[in-house]
């Protein structure tokens, strides 16, 4: 990824800006490819080429395919291995370009669900806050922003808030994150998107009825620096952007940073890595603040992380193939979460532990039902590889309704059943 910063840079200001003329850039593809040896994974390795599948690649794990976005020149050394690859994406700066086109209100408001023009595309770090301003005037019953709750490496706020109806008595606490992985700009969209749904939910719907019983905490953009280093620099940063001791390579894998089995698989101690888990566990800002966040809200039972892409909900394990103690409840929740999902638009998710996807250590997920007593899940939004990471943003709401529906299906779901405590909370 470092080698090609300057053609990313170049696309992604192509991208964002309407008036740049189109140089000629070198072409970039995103190839899927099935490693078959030890030798092709040290060669993705060694060339730190950029792996587009959520897992990344590491020693020991063959036969997986993988997304990596390669030039030219990649593309044959890659090839030269005997990896066995396909065209995936044929143009990498074509997809950016359809990425950043805006959806006309005409459009958004051919939509069953009530919708809001803030959704006609992928909103910077300041639209976010602002519109987390324009909700606390607008919902003063419902709507409570509760500031910043730490502090990003670059010094930007974590913000959070919370939706609930003014009934009170004993509430269980919801969280979801958005964000933790700067590239995965659906991500962000998609946790406000769940957040309008809530407020705009009508009086009687069965999302309405959840707030009588339910506090839901929201941290849309859980990495912002990030975020913002993706929409202005490098459109396919995944990390934080903390400095690294010792290192002139920057970031670290906030989903590699949590506090459960930390490092012990699928995650690097490269801090030139994509995976780079840190120095220890919520050695980042980002990790530790929201940890301390989650563990304050004493009614807690739940959490989701959001991530793209792949169109999967993950229950736990993700650092271990052994099943959790009550893997019934985790799996008729995360089937059910994928059946309501697809009940909007047919789109397909499939249900699965996060280890069955590719093991990794040091997880949101995990920590949440390892360490924090809460069940915790991973949904990777859409899509399946075909836009990847640029989704269009035409397709921001599609992704959230659906989404939606696997949020109210979840919410339902834990109220509904005894939660299972996984383990008690270990130093
Ligand atoms: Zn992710």
Redesign the pocket.
């Known amino acids: 990824m470092r080698g090609t910063l300057s053609t990313v840079t170049a696309l992604a200001l192509l991208a964002l800006s309407t008036h740049a003329s189109p140089l000629p850039q070198p072409r970039e593809q995103v190839l899927r490819c099935t490693l078959d040896t030890a030798e092709q994974v040290s060669h993705i390795e060694n060339q730190n080429l950029d792996v587009w599948s ?1 897992h990344g690649v590491s020693a020991g794990e063959k036969a997986r395919p993988i997304d990596v976005r390669v030039n030219d020149a990649q593309k044959a050394a890659l090839l030269a291995t005997g990896v066995r690859c396909e065209p995936f994406i044929e143009d990498v700066a074509a997809l950016l370009k359809e990425e950043m086109i805006p959806v006309s209100q005409q459009t958004l408001q051919k939509r069953a669900a009530p919708s809001d023009p803030y959704f006609s595309t992928y909103r910077s770090f300041a639209e976010i806050n602002a519109q987390i301003a324009k909700w606390a005037s607008a919902y003063p019953t419902t709507f409570k922003d509760l500031g910043s709750v730490g502090q990003s490496a670059q010094g930007r706020a974590l913000r959070a808030f919370k939706i609930t109806s003014a009934k009170t008595g004993p509430k269980k606490a919801i969280w979801l994150n958005g964000g ?2 700067a590239r ?1 700009w659906v ?1 962000s969209a998609t946790t406000m998107y769940i957040a309008h749904s809530l407020l705009t939910a009508p009086a009687g719907s069965p999302a309405a009825a959840l707030l009588d019983s339910l506090e839901f905490y929201f941290t849309p953009m859980s990495n912002p620096d990030g975020y913002e280093y993706s929409r202005t620099t490098n459109r396919m940063w ?1 990390k934080n952007r903390g400095k690294n001791a010792g290192s002139s390579c920057i970031g670290t894998d906030l ?1 590699r940073n949590w506090d459960e089995h930390w490092n012990v698989v699928g995650a690097s101690q490269d801090p030139c890595s994509d995976t780079y888990s840190g120095t220890k566990a919520f050695s980042a800002p980002e990790t530790l603040a929201l940890s301390k966040f989650a563990l304050s809200l004493p009614n807690r039972v739940a959490g989701i992380d959001l ?2 892409y792949g169109q999967y909900v993950l229950r736990p394990w993700g650092w271990t193939y052994d099943a959790p103690p009550n893997n019934d409840f985790y799996t008729r929740l995360g089937d059910g979460m994928r059946d309501a999902i697809r009940s909007v638009y047919g789109t397909r998710y499939t249900s699965q532990s996060g280890a069955d996807l590719y093991p990794a250590a040091g997880a949101t997920d995990d920590w949440m039902n390892a360490k924090a007593r809460m069940v915790g899940f991973t949904i ?1 939004l859409r899509d399946t590889g075909s836009y990847g990471f640029a989704l269009p943003a035409r397709l921001i709401v599609p992704t959230g309704e659906e989404a939606f529906a696997g949020v109210v299906y979840y919410a339902r779901f834990v109220l509904d059943n005894k939660v299972p405590i996984l383990t008690p909370a270990r130093s």
């Open positions: 959520h933790i992985h995965e991500s995944r989903n991530h793209s990777e």
